[in-house]
């Protein structure tokens, strides 16, 4: 399973959040919702991508979404908050 890869489908939650600096984390619902479009395989490859991220804190997670406008402290802000709330 390549972690980083998984990555990009959190970021593209990221992307296609109107304020994705104001989450704060999924709501009992929400998790609900994003955890029902995904198999449990998938959903483990999510779950390895954000221990990947809160582990390699350096890494350069912008360069997994060519285009994405945020720097890597905020794209980490929002990977630790989504890793918290799953």
Do not use: C, W
Not at 30 to 43: K, V
């Amino acid at each position: 399973m390549n972690a980083p890869l998984f990555l990009r489908i959190s970021l593209a939650l990221m992307d296609e959040m109107a304020d994705p600096l104001q989450f704060s984390g999924l709501t009992p619902e929400g998790r609900e919702r994003f955890q029902s479009g995904y198999t449990e395989s998938e959903l483990a490859g999510i779950r390895s991508g954000l221990d990947f991220a809160l582990e390699n804190p350096a890494y350069d997670f912008a360069s997994l979404v060519p285009g994405i406008e945020y720097s890597n402290a905020e794209i980490l802000a929002f990977l630790t908050k989504l890793h918290r709330s799953l």
